[in-house]
């Protein structure tokens, strides 16, 4: 069964025609991963995300937008395009697109409007879409979110925003390739969509992806929007070309209905060589729409735009004006029902950055740990769990979480969310190791254990049990640290050579297995420095 059909877009053609000059906040944005020395191309993309409004009841009819129903029952007599039916605007998907524009940063207009998009797919009954094309719901605004950049360090990039629009959804077909036919299944027509349509500002397909992550985690943090990719709640459309630094952009091809974050990435990527495979070869880059196959990684041509389609666009007859309000001029409105934008803004949780500033300006952690834990499902309701019970510092906890839990869990393919270890166990064991008590490696063991096994115990007493406490003492290490001078006397030679921490790491390693990775290693090394030097010495 092959993937349903989607609505056509719009806002492609203006979007590149209108922008002839390089992204505002160019001299933030790292270079792409592919080789672009070779040519000095550079990518340009622009994304459209498709983001389907969680509510109970479509954008004009009552009927449920429940997932998974069965194949045409949630179809209403508006949503078949029965003659003599008439669209009722559902307030909840106005206050949805309200809520998500306060979010991106984005000018809100008082007075928007419907439109009519003419064109004919199977599973679009009424023959058009109702859109928003002149007026939108907000227009603007900006994103700030994390990017994890080629040399593998984290830093802050920020995108713009051209326009929100509330727009339906089409319905699906489906196609039976054995039988040679197409159903329709119109469960999806009419569903409230969200378009947040981006300014080309980005780079390469990890630019790109970081972003429509970060816009994931915005709209279920104000759950406007489930933001499953696998339920078709949110799908992606990426313009994509490349040019030389200082000169116009070039001819874009856009791809479409990428279903997952992977698939967005894969899709830039290639887009973005192939262009400049074609250009180096002498060859011009079309202007089309293309599809991408996840199996082989390329990107399918579908039709050219060469010849402009005309969508006849035209004032939905049968909607008035949407107009908002805020708190001074609420009062003039007599519907109770109607969106205020001052009560939204008032309302809105935490946002993501939101969170992570406050984990950096509070607890000063890394920007990477944020990263991780926003990032992460329930990772910072579970990391602020562990710090009701431990000791340690904000930081170290962080770090244990992203690096030895968060290790463990991806092995074994857990969610954070769905933890089998409580946050108190968790913060008996970050507090071991942040004392001393027992080493990095039995720590690490702990988590497996208490992650496979059904303990009852403390970790404390686990670790006794098992003989697992760091050994502390000076006068303990060092005869074992001086037995392994003793057997090895061609790595003494090199530490006196001038080849030190190659041969201090050398020795440290052996004297760690000596004590069955249970001597301390700062304390060990510090012992074999002062042997050492007194070697050197003589």
């Avoid at 830093?155 to 390739?177: C, F, M, N, P, Y």
Wanted: proline share 5%; glycine share 6%; net charge positive.
């Amino acid at each position: 069964m092959a993937a349903p059909m989607k609505i056509c877009r719009f806002r492609s053609c203006a979007l590149y025609s209108r922008i002839k000059s390089k992204p505002k906040h160019s001299h933030l944005y790292k270079h792409c991963r592919h080789n672009s020395t070779q040519e000095n191309w550079k990518g340009v993309i622009g994304l459209e995300i498709h983001a389907q409004i969680n509510t109970k009841s479509k954008l004009f009819s009552a009927s449920s937008t429940a997932f998974g129903a069965p194949t045409n029952t949630q179809v209403s007599i508006f949503d078949a395009a029965l003659p003599g039916t008439l669209p009722v605007l559902n307030g909840e998907c106005v206050r949805a697109g309200v809520k998500t524009a306060i979010a991106l940063n984005s000018k809100i207009n008082k007075v928007s409007k419907f439109d009519r998009k003419h064109y004919f797919y199977a599973d679009l009954p009424q023959g058009y879409q109702i859109t928003q094309q002149r007026q939108p719901l907000a227009v603007g605004g900006e994103v700030e979110y994390i990017l994890i950049d080629q040399n593998n360090r984290y830093v802050t990039k920020t995108a713009r925003i051209t326009q929100l629009q509330l727009e339906q959804d089409s319905g699906r077909s489906l196609h039976d390739e054995e039988g040679r036919q197409s159903l329709i299944d119109l469960n999806r027509a009419g569903i409230g969509l969200m378009e947040i349509v981006t300014e080309p500002d980005f780079e390469n397909g990890i630019d790109c992806s970081s972003f429509v992550r970060e816009v994931q985690l915005m709209m279920r943090q104000l759950q406007v929007c489930l933001g499953s990719f696998r339920e078709g709640a949110l799908r992606v459309d990426a313009n994509i070309s490349v040019h030389k630094p200082s000169e116009p952009l070039g001819v874009r091809s856009e791809v479409k209905n990428l279903g997952s974050l992977k698939d967005l990435r894969n899709a830039v990527d290639y887009e973005i060589k192939r262009q400049k495979s074609v250009l180096k070869n002498g060859g011009t880059v079309i202007n089309e729409t293309r599809t991408f196959d996840s199996e082989s990684g390329k990107t399918i041509p579908m039709r050219d735009k060469e010849r402009l389609q005309d969508y006849r666009f035209m004032p939905e007859p049968n909607l008035p004006p949407l107009y908002l309000y805020n708190n001074s001029t609420a009062a003039q409105s007599r519907d109770q029902n109607t969106t205020n934008i001052d009560e939204e803004i008032q309302n809105m949780p935490p946002l993501p950055r939101d969170v992570r500033n406050k984990l950096i300006n509070d607890y000063n952690l890394s920007l990477r740990n944020v990263y991780v834990l926003v990032n992460e499902d329930k990772g910072v309701t579970f990391f602020n769990e562990v710090m009701k019970y431990s000791n340690s510092p904000p930081n170290f906890i962080a770090n244990f979480i992203v690096n030895d839990l968060l290790g463990v869990f991806n092995a074994n393919d857990i969610k954070i969310r769905n933890s089998p270890i409580s946050p108190d166990i968790l913060a008996e064991i970050v507090d071991i190791k942040e004392s001393g008590y027992s080493t990095v490696a039995y720590c690490s063991q702990l988590v497996e254990l208490y992650l496979k096994q059904d303990i009852t115990e403390r970790p404390k007493t686990v670790v006794d049990n098992n003989g697992w406490r760091q050994i502390v003492d000076t006068e303990t290490l060092k005869p074992v640290c001086v037995k392994i001078l003793e057997e090895n006397p061609k790595l003494v030679k090199k530490y006196c050579k001038g080849k030190e921490d190659k041969a201090l790491s050398s020795l440290l390693m052996k004297a760690l297995n000596e004590t069955q990775m249970k001597g301390h290693p700062v304390l060990m090394k510090k012992i074999f420095t002062e042997l050492l030097e007194e070697q050197k010495q003589k």
